[in-house]
T-cell receptor, first 109, second 116 residues
Framework: RKEVEQDPGPFNVPEGATVAFNCTYS??????FFWYRQDCRKEPKLLMS???SGNEDGRFTAQLNRASQYISLLIRDSKLSDSATYLC??????????FGDGTTLTVKP | DTEVTQTPKHLVMGMTNKKSLKCEQH?????MYWYKQKAKKPPELMFV???????INESVPSRFSPECPNSSLLNLHLHALQPEDSALYLC???????????????FGSGTRLTVV
């Protein structure tokens, strides 16, 4: 079993749609959690840190469920510019990070 | 300055060459990382430097040799690579080692390496 598993995708949605991605992790000692986006042939860029209390940044909402060991990302009112690969990242306290395989989102007009 | 700068952006090297990748950050981050990314795959952690000391080596072959001359610089020395080592090599930094909350990692734009 992979340490971090993501919805395989791809997700193809129309503009304005709401889309949700999930990510599960196996290491219960994991300490910190993030969502990154990566555009084609570019480096990953931090989208959001994810906290147990849940956090929101504009159209993006991230949730962490430690009991069930999953994190989620909700995108509301999708824009064409949201098209990218979304990577969940899980860190242990030792500084080791594990990336999920990524979920590709394509938003169509 | 909120960037991680990597040079060169592209590198083609033969299997007998020796080359180095360079990474620089001036954000005062005390943890720096090397990742390898193949096409359509997520980044894979190679090395972690914490306060200029190597803290994690993910069983990387010795033909990859990291070096951290100071808190702002990170090098990756390459020698006798194989064609399967062709990939995007990403450098990243974070404020402190460990959890990286809440700012996560800042990645450089990477060096696209081709081994011929």
């Amino acid at each position: 079993r992979k340490e971090v598993e993501q919805d395989p995708g791809p997700f193809n949605v129309p503009e304005g749609a709401t889309v949700a991605f999930n990510c599960t992790y196996s290491n219960s000692a994991s300490q910190s959690f993030f969502w990154y986006r990566q555009d084609c042939r570019k480096e990953p860029k931090l989208l959001m840190s994810v906290y147990s209390s849940g956090n929101e940044d504009g159209r993006f909402t991230a949730q962490l469920n430690r009991a069930s060991q999953y994190i989620s990302l909700l995108i509301r009112d999708s824009k064409l510019s949201d098209s990218a690969t979304y990577l969940c990242v899980v860190n242990t306290n030792a500084g080791k990070s594990t990336f999920g395989d990524g979920t590709t989102l394509t938003v169509k007009p | 300055d909120t960037e991680v700068t990597q040079t060169p952006k592209h590198l083609v090297m033969g299997m007998t060459n020796k080359k180095s990748l360079k990474c620089e950050q001036h954000m005062g981050h005390r943890a720096m990382y090397w990742y390898k990314q193949k096409a359509k795959k997520p980044p894979e952690l190679m090395f972690v430097y914490s306060y200029e000391k190597l803290s994690i080596n993910e069983s990387v072959p010795s033909r990859f040799s990291p070096e951290c001359p100071n808190s702002s610089l990170l090098n990756l020395h390459l020698h006798a690579l194989q064609p399967e080592d062709s990939a995007l090599y990403l450098c990243a930094s974070s404020q402190v080692p460990g959890t990286a909350y809440p700012y996560g990692y800042t990645f450089g734009s990477g060096t696209r390496l081709t081994v011929v």
